[in-house]
C-alpha cells in the first residue's frame, strides 16, 4: 500500500477491527454487482469508495430521467447511456485507484456462471424475481457469499446468504420462487428515494464485513425496514433442508442448523 492509499484509506485503517489486513482484503476482493439503480448506486459507489480492488458492475438498462430521483451513479448529462457504462463513469472518478468493469448485458445462466465464479462475493440489487433467483442459484453452485436488498414505496430489507457455511440458508429458502409471485415494480407503485440509498448503503456494509471478516453478518436474518415510522424490524430464518436449490451443496446433505 502506498502512502496515497494509505491516507486515502486512513480512516479505515484506524479502526482497531480493520486495519492494514482488512484494507488489504478489499484491495483484493473481486465484486460482482447485479444492477446498476437504485440500490446497486449507493451500493457500488461505498465500495468504490472504500478500495474494493475489482469491481464488476452489471446492467443491461439504460439510463432514464426518471431514475436520477434515487439512482445516485447517473447524472441528467449521462441520460440515455447504458448503466453500467454511466456507472463506471463516476466510479472512476470517485476512486481512480481500483478496476471497474462495465458490463453492458443481462447475464445469462452461462455468463452469469462465469461472473459468479470469478468473484469473491455478490450483491443482488436487481428489480425482479427471475434475476434474484437465477443469481442465488449460481452462488450456491459457486458457493460464494450473497448479499440481497431491496425496496419498494417505503418498505426495504435486506439479508447475507453465505453459502459458504453448510449451515446458510439460501434466497431460495427464504423466498421460494414461484411462477405467480407478485412483483411490484418501481415504475407502477413508487419508491421513496433515500431508502434505496439506506438499503444499498447496508449492503455495502454488510460486503465489507464479509470481505475482511469483521463482526457479524446478517446470515439467517432479514432487516426490513418501513420508512415511514422509520422502524426496523428483524426475521430470523433458517435453512430448509428440503431446499430444491440448497439441499444438496456440492453433494453433501444439508446441514440442519440447530433449534
Known amino acids: 500500500m502506498n502512502d496515497e492509499e494509505l491516507l486515502r484509506y486512513a480512516r479505515h485503517i484506524l479502526l482497531d477491527e480493520f486495519g492494514i489486513e482488512g484494507q488489504d482484503r478489499l484491495q483484493a476482493a473481486r465484486v460482482l454487482i447485479v444492477g446498476a439503480g437504485g440500490l446497486g448506486s449507493p451500493a457500488a459507489a461505498y465500495l468504490a469508495a472504500s478500495g474494493v480492488g475489482h469491481l464488476v458492475l452489471a446492467d443491461d438498462d439504460e439510463v432514464e430521467l426518471s431514475n436520477l430521483q434515487r439512482q445516485i451513479l447517473h447524472t441528467t448529462d449521462r441520460v440515455g447511456w447504458p448503466k453500467a457504462e454511466s456507472g463506471k ?51 450456491v453452485k459457486h458457493r460464494k ?28 429458502c427464504l423466498f421460494p420462487e414461484a411462477d405467480d409471485a407478485e412483483e411490484l415494480r418501481c ?12 438499503v444499498g ?56 442448523p440447530p433449534n
Not at 457469499?145 to 431460495?172: E, K, N
Open 145 to 172: 457469499p450473497l448479499v440481497s436488498g431491496a425496496a419498494i414505496r417505503f418498505s426495504g430489507q435486506i439479508s447475507v446468504f453465505d453459502l459458504r457455511r453448510d449451515d446458510a440458508p439460501c434466497y431460495h
Open 201 to 256: 448503503s447496508t449492503q455495502a456494509a454488510e460486503a465489507i464485513k464479509i470481505l475482511t471478516g469483521m463482526g457479524e453478518t446478517l446470515v439467517g436474518r432479514m432487516l426490513c425496514l418501513n420508512a415511514l415510522d422509520m422502524q426496523w424490524q428483524t426475521l430470523r430464518f433458517k435453512r430448509d433442508p428440503a431446499c430444491l436449490v440448497c439441499a444438496d451443496r456440492d453433494g453433501q446433505p444439508a446441514a440442519v
Open 89 to 139: 463513469h463516476m466510479l472512476a472518478a470517485l476512486n481512480p485507484q481500483i478496476h471497474i468493469q462495465a458490463l453492458v448485458q443481462r447475464l445469462d445462466d452461462e455468463a452469469l456462471d462465469e461472473q459468479v465464479g470469478l468473484a469473491d462475493l455478490v450483491l443482488d440489487c436487481c428489480d425482479n424475481f427471475a434475476t434474484r433467483h437465477a443469481v442465488n442459484r449460481a452462488c
Open 187 to 198: 415504475a407502477t407503485t413508487g419508491v421513496l428515494a433515500p431508502l434505496v440509498g439506506i
